[in-house]
């Protein structure tokens, strides 16, 4: 889509981050936009349709309310079709690509805890007859996709060791559950998204100030498509380096301004040998195509073995389901 609009690009370009986290939040926004509530909601909504919104909610660092990974399969041509709609049903993956490679289909599964992600993992496997390789993540040097969309940049944020699994209260597993699809586009969300948790509203937001307080959540806002708008063209950038120089080549990466994620993955033997990944997204294949060579200049990377592989095509991109056993299990039967 074409966002020449300046209401709609400011409404998600803003509001990527530091969404209010107040009762009446498109209120807030309406005022600062020269509209009413009414408009704003209106106009999320049409961007929603449009493709172009995702949700407007919390993104989760990763591995703090639960398990995760990032997995690919190898399968052939003529079935991919069929195996990226088997994989896109299952309720714990959400975002699933086909990549340009013989790795073709690359997904992001999360769950609960880690032997609940890896019964995903093992139904997956079961369901479309195809192995499935398991790439978790080690560290992480920069995971944030809410770049700015006029010039690409996003902030970057102190190198922070990992983090310990955050033991989430019970209350606290039901409003992560509720945040799956983003919060209601309705005049209080945060009152619709209590009662759908079974709690109040000023418990929805203290909960949602504390975690984007202590880092548990990465960012609250506008979560976007970038393909409807404009930003057709992404690589995922793999390197072999060295274990003692890898963190220190991820931190140089990180810092550059066309890197819009960067982080460290377990290699797979003598499948995969590859361990530092950096995601770069563009308008146009040759902007990426020359951004990864500064890339490898500027980060000191080209002496290392490396492998680009673009996205061809979406089949899943929705908020991550912390998905419970007991909600897995009554999903699929």
Known sequence: MDLTDA?????????????????????RIAEEVGLDAAGVLARYYALAEDGALSRIGAVFRPNT???????????????????????????EVNHNYEREHALNLWFVATAADAPALERALTRIEQSSG???????????????????????????????????????????????DALAEGIPLVDAPYAALGAAAGLDE????????EWVAQGTVRRFGAVLRHRPLGYAANAMVVWDVPGAEVRAAGLRAAALSQVTLCYRRVRRLPTWPFNLYCMLHGRARHEVEAAIEQLAR??????????????RRCFTQRGARYVSADAAEAAHG
């Open 7 to 27: 209401v709609d690009f400011e409404l998600l370009n803003r509001w990527q981050r530091d969404f209010p986290l107040e009762p009446q939040p498109f209120a």
């Open 65 to 91: 309310v639960g398990a995760s990974t990032l997995a690919a399969m190898r399968v052939p041509p003529a079935a991919l079709e069929r195996v990226a709609a088997q994989v896109s049903a299952q309720p």
């Open 130 to 176: 195809h192995a499935v390789l398991r790439l978790p993540l080690v560290e992480e040097y920069h995971i944030d996709l809410g770049f700015d969309l006029e010039n690409g940049t996003v902030p970057r944020l102190p190198f922070e060791a990992p983090r310990a699994p955050r033991a989430l209260s019970a209350e606290e597993r039901l409003l992560v």
């Open 202 to 209: 000023a418990r929805v937001i203290a909960i949602l100030r």
């Open 298 to 311: 500027e980060a000191c990377l080209s002496a290392y073995p490396r492998q680009v592989l673009f996205s």
